[in-house]
Structure formats: C-alpha cells, structure tokens
T-cell receptor
C-alpha cells in the first residue's frame, strides 16, 4: 500500500463549487503539507501542519482552507473554486527532524471550469 | 530574485554521458538541500539530500554543495533514457520550510 494517498486523483468542477481534497498517510509522520504545482512555477506551499493542533499558512493560502482531522489525515478545501485554481495538488509528509525530508502523495489533478 | 533558481532547460545528453544539473539559492541560512526527480504527471521522488559542504555520492548520483557560493548541483553518471525527467532542487531555509526551484527538464537521448 502507498504510504501517502490522495483522493480524488482527478476532479473536474465548476466555478463557485466547494471542493475538498483529502490526504492520508501511514508513515507515522507528524508534519503534513499541501502544495500546488503549475507549469513553469514549480511547487508552491499552500498550508502546512506540524501536528493536529498546529496549522500554518504557506506562500499561497488565499482561497484555500485546511483541516487536520488526525495525525494521519490532512484535508484541503476550496470554498468557492475559481479557474486559476486549476492545478496539480500534492500532499506531502515529513518527520519532525531538522532536515525535513518530505515525501509526496500521488497528486490530485483539479480542473475548475 | 527567486529564492531557489534552476535552469529550466531542456537539457539533453546522450546515453552514457554525465548530466550536470545546477541550482542556486538566496537564503544564506539554508541548512538542507534536496534533489527530487519528477516524471511527467507523477509526484516528486526524493533521490538525494546533502547537508554539508562537499560531495555526496549514491550510486550514479553525486550531489555537490558549496555554501559559500550558495550553489548545489546534481551529477548523473552513465545517464540512461529512464533518467529523463524533471529534476527539482529544494532548499530548507532559515524559515524551516522547503522551497522548490521550478525544475530542470532532462532528456537522455538513446
């Protein structure tokens, strides 16, 4: 089984709809992250969580919210989707060590029409 | 100035050659440096990390770090067509967050 899973893997939605992307991990890591990837722009951090009670905004948090339901689960929500949120979304995890190696889920391809 | 810069490429090398990928970073407080490989449509996969100045070798891969010059590189020896991918440089800066470069696309020609 994959260590980091994301659901759904693909989603097409319409402008204004609320959508939730889910991430689960079996690695036992405390830290979880949400990134988006756009062509030519690399990976950009949306939100991150160092434990269940700790949620932090990343570089591009506007238009997004998150929920850390348990150590193993971290969800990303788009309250009212817009076309420029069309992107590839990745969840990642890491241990709470200084060097912060991160391990990625398979990604969710989101299209907002 | 971007925090982490990479030449976007594409970089093409013949099979069996050495591929050299370069990355510069702006935060002098950066502590940890990573190279990820990403195949088209797939998730990034960690292939190398380096924390100290100098070279670190792992199989066909060598990471090189020069903190004084704020420069990190990845050498791939005996390049294979299966190495064709985008390589992402990532740096943990003084804010303890991982910042990614935009990636270098590598093509290994048979």
């Amino acid at each position: 089984d994959a260590d980091v899973t994301q659901t759904p893997r693909n989603r097409i939605t319409k402008t204004g709809k609320r959508i939730m992307l889910e991430c689960s991990q079996t690695k036992g890591h405390d830290r979880m992250y949400w990134y988006r990837q756009d062509p030519g722009l690399g990976l950009r951090l949306i939100y991150y969580s160092f434990d269940v009670k700790d949620i932090n905004k990343g570089e591009i948090s506007d238009g997004y919210s998150v929920s850390r339901q348990a150590q193993a689960k971290f969800s990303l929500s788009l309250e009212s989707a817009i076309p420029n949120q069309t992107a590839l979304y990745f969840c990642a995890t890491s241990e709470g060590r200084a060097h912060n190696e991160q391990f990625f889920g398979p990604g969710t391809r989101l299209t907002v029409l | 100035q971007k925090e982490v810069e990479q030449n976007s490429g594409p970089l093409s090398v013949p099979e069996g050659a050495i591929a050299s990928l370069n990355c510069t970073y702006s935060d002098r407080g950066s502590q940890s440096f990573f190279w990820y490989r990403q195949y088209s449509g797939k998730s990034p996969e960690l292939i190398m990390f380096i924390y100290s100045n100098g070279d670190k070798e792992d199989g066909r891969f060598t990471a090189q770090l020069n903190k004084a010059s704020q420069y990190v590189s990845l050498l791939i020896r005996d390049s294979q067509p299966s190495d064709s991918a985008t390589y992402l440089c990532a740096v943990t800066g003084s804010a303890r967050q991982l910042t990614f470069g935009s990636g270098t696309q590598l093509t290994v020609l048979p």
